[in-house]
C-alpha cells in the first residue's frame, strides 16, 4: 500500500475512533458522516456542544480506545437490517434510504459496542493506531449535507499524521497561519472592519485601507493607461434584462441577489461587468482598423455567496474587481493573450511574487449544460488558449470543469506563503457574448461580422488581492504600497515645531506620514509605531532639531541612523519610485 493511501486509511478509522470516544462521553449525540481530509479527518454530530476546553478530555478517550486492542470488524447487511441498526441515528438512515436499489451496504464494527456506516477500508486492529499522531484543531458548525437548507451540525476536526515531523510541521504552519490571518491583522492596522449590523459578507474599508485600494487602483489604472485601455465607470445594477441577454441569469441567478421591481421594471445587483462592457462597444461602429478596444473599469459588484463560505476579504458578497474587455479581431487574439499575459508577470515582479503556474481551465465535457454555446466554438477556444500557453513557454496544467460558464480560461494559480494555492488572474476566451448581444465590426471588405472578448483581471478581486498581500507580508507592505510609510515621533515639546515642518515637507512629495506628539515616552512611542508596521520611523530629538537631521528607524532594525533630512528624502523617494 502506498504511503497517501495508508495515511487516508489510518485517518478514516480515526475518525470511528474519534466518533466512539465522543459517544462514551455524550450519548446524546446523533451520528452523520466523518470522512479523511488531506491533514486529518473531522466528523460531524447533532446535538454536541464543545469547545477548546474539551478537547484533551476527548483526546484522552480517544487514546483508551486506541490502547483496547478493539478489532475493526466490516459486515454486510440489508437495506431493512441497516435501518433496523440505525434506527435512532436519523442521519444514517437518511444515507441508507438514499442508498440506489441493490447497492452493497456495509457497516464497521469497532470493538463490540461501536458500528458505523461505512465502505471502509480500515486498520484491522486500533494497536495499529498507537503510533498515529493527532490533535484536535477546531469545532466548526457545518450544514448537513452541505446545504443551507438542512440543520447545523457541529463538525470536529482533527489534525492526523502517521509520524509525530508532521504533526509538528502542520502544528507550526497553524501559528504561522494565525500570525498572517489577514482578518486579525486587517483589524489591527486598521484597514476593514465588518458589523453584521451592516450585513455578513460586507466589508468596510478603513481609512488604512482606502489608502491601499487607492494605491492598488491608480498602480494597476497607470499600468493599463500605458498599454491602450480606456477606463469607464458603469452602474452597479442593471435591468434583469441585460442579464437575461447576456446568459447570467438563466446560468447564475442562484448566485445572484434577488431582483428588484419598481414603477413596472425588474433590475438586479450585476454579480460581474461584462455585459456592462457589452453594451459600451455596442454604443459605437467599429471598424476593423479600430480594434483591438481595450475597456478597463475599477467595479463594485455583488454576489449572494453562503453565509458559511464568507471569509473575512477573501470571499465576501460586495467586492471591488479590476476588470477589463478586450475586443479584438481573431487575427488579434494571440497578441491580445500574450499582452494580457506579460501585464501579469509585470505585475508579480513589482509585487515579488514567483511561485506560480498557469491552469487552462476548460469545461466539464460531461456536464456540458452547465455551459452555454455549441461545442465547435468551445474547441475552438480551448485550442487557441492552449496554443498560446504552448507558444508562450509558460508553465501550465489543465483542468477540466474549472471553464466559466461562457468560455475556457487561463488562471494563474499562486502559491501563498502557508503553502496554500488560490487563483489571482485570470484570461478568459469568449466568442459566446459577442453573438449574444450582436456586436460587430466592419471589416477590410465590408461586411458585418462580430469581435472576440477577452476577458481579464490582473488582480483579480481588491479584496481578496488585498487579503493575499495581507498573509503574505504579516501586515508589512512594501514601502510604496503602506498605508503609512513614515511615523515621526518627537523626543518633547521643543521638537513638534520640527516635526510638523518635516510632516509637511512629506505631505508634498505624497508620502503618507503621521506624526507623533503625545507625552509618552520615545521607547513607548517606538513600540507603537512598530506596531503600526511604518516603514520608516524618524525620531526627532534636540540634535535633530538643530542640525536638520533626522534620525532613522528602519522596519525590522532596532538600530538608528541618523542623516541630513535632504538625504533621506532623496532616498526615500527613490525608493518610492522603483516599487520598493
Known amino acids: 500500500m502506498e504511503e497517501n493511501e495508508k495515511q487516508t486509511m489510518y485517518r478514516h478509522s480515526m475518525s470511528h475512533v474519534l ?3 465522543i459517544k462514551e462521553l455524550y450519548p446524546e449525540v446523533k451520528l452523520a458522516i466523518g470522512p479523511a481530509i ?35 470488524v466490516r459486515k454486510e447487511v440489508t437495506k431493512t437490517e441497516a435501518l433496523k441498526l440505525f434506527k435512532n441515528e436519523p442521519y ?88 498572517r490571518d489577514h482578518r486579525k491583522l486587517g483589524k489591527d492596522l486598521g484597514i476593514f472592519m465588518t458589523s453584521d449590523l451592516i450585513g455578513k459578507g460586507l466589508p468596510i474599508w478603513l481609512p488604512n485601507g482606502f489608502l491601499l485600494r487607492r ?19 458603469t452602474p452597479s445594477l442593471g435591468s434583469i434584462n441585460l442579464y437575461k441577454t447576456s446568459g447570467h441569469w438563466e446560468h447564475y441567478k442562484d448566485d445572484m441577489f434577488p431582483a428588484m421591481e419598481r414603477e413596472s421594471e425588474t ?10 462592457h457589452m453594451m459600451i462597444y455596442k454604443n459605437f461602429m467599429h471598424s476593423y482598423k479600430d480594434l483591438p478596444v481595450r475597456i478597463a473599469e475599477i467595479a463594485n459588484d455583488f454576489r449572494f455567496e453562503g453565509s458559511g463560505t464568507l471569509v473575512g476579504l477573501e470571499r465576501t458578497r460586495a ?5 477589463s474587455h478586450i475586443f479584438c479581431r481573431p487575427d488579434q487574439i494571440k497578441d491580445e493573450i500574450q499582452g ?79 503553502g496554500h494555492e488560490i487563483t489571482l488572474s485570470t484570461v478568459q476566451l469568449d466568442y459566446q457574448l459577442p453573438e449574444k448581444f450582436e456586436l460587430e465590426y466592419i471589416d477590410e471588405h465590408d461586411n458585418r461580422v462580430r469581435p472576440v472578448v477577452i476577458h481579464r483581471a490582473v488582480f483579480g478581486s481588491l479584496d481578496r488581492f488585498v487579503a493575499f498581500l495581507i498573509e503574505e507580508t504579516k501586515g508589512n507592505f512594501p514601502l510604496w504600497l503602506s498605508p503609512l510609510q513614515v511615523k515621526i515621533l518627537t523626543v518633547s515639546e521643543k521638537n513638534i515645531d520640527y516635526a ?17 506628539v503625545s507625552n509618552e515616552s520615545v521607547g513607548k512611542k517606538i513600540r507603537s509605531a512598530v506596531l503600526e508596521k511604518a516603514p520608516y520611523i524618524l525620531v526627532l530629538g534636540d540634535k535633530e532639531t538643530l542640525d536638520g537631521s533626522v534620525a532613522v528607524r528602519t522596519r525590522g532594525s532596532k538600530d538608528t541612523v541618523t542623516m541630513p533630512y535632504a538625504e533621506f528624502e532623496k532616498q526615500l523617494l527613490d525608493a518610492v519610485n522603483k516599487k520598493l
Open 19 to 21: 466518533a466512539k470516544a
Open 38 to 72: 488531506d491533514n486529518g479527518f473531522y466528523y460531524d454530530f447533532d446535538n454536541l456542544s464543545i469547545n477548546q476546553d474539551d478537547f484533551s478530555k476527548i483526546e484522552d478517550k480517544m487514546r483508551e480506545i486506541i490502547n483496547k486492542n478493539e478489532d475493526f
Open 92 to 179: 444514517k438512515t437518511e444515507l441508507i434510504n438514499d442508498l440506489p436499489a441493490g447497492e452493497k451496504i456495509t457497516v464497521y464494527y469497532t470493538g463490540e459496542d461501536f458500528y458505523d456506516l461505512c465502505r471502509g477500508p480500515h486498520v484491522e486492529n486500533t494497536k495499529f493506531l498507537r503510533g498515529f499522531s493527532f490533535k484536535i484543531n477546531r469545532v466548526n458548525g457545518a450544514y448537513w449535507r452541505g446545504s443551507e437548507k438542512n440543520k447545523m451540525l457541529t463538525r470536529v476536526y482533527v489534525y492526523g499524521f502517521l509520524n509525530k515531523d508532521d504533526l509538528k510541521e502542520c502544528l507550526r504552519l497553524e501559528e504561522e497561519a494565525k500570525e
Open 215 to 233: 494605491a492598488l487602483s491608480d498602480y494597476i489604472m497607470d499600468k493599463e493607461l500605458a498599454l491602450g485601455y480606456q477606463h469607464v465607470m
Open 267 to 276: 433590475y438586479v445587483l450585476r454579480p460581474m461587468n461584462c455585459p456592462h
Open 319 to 323: 467586492f471591488t474587481q479590476n476588470d
Open 340 to 418: 494580457v499575459i506579460s501585464l501579469i508577470l509585470d505585475v508579480y515582479k513589482d509585487f515579488g511574487f514567483k511561485n506560480y503556474t498557469f491552469r487552462l481551465s476548460l469545461r466539464d465535457r460531461a456536464n456540458t449544460e452547465k455551459y452555454f454555446g455549441n461545442d465547435e466554438l468551445w474547441e475552438k477556444s480551448e485550442t487557441a488558449l492552449r496554443e498560446i500557453l504552448k507558444s508562450s513557454g509558460a508553465n501550465y496544467y489543465e483542468a477540466e470543469g474549472e471553464a466559466a460558464f461562457y468560455g475556457p480560461k487561463i488562471d494563474v494559480q499562486v502559491k501563498s506563503a502557508l
Open 500 to 516: 510638523r515642518k518635516i510632516e509637511a515637507q512629506l505631505h508634498l512629495n505624497k508620502i503618507r506620514v503621521s506624526t507623533d
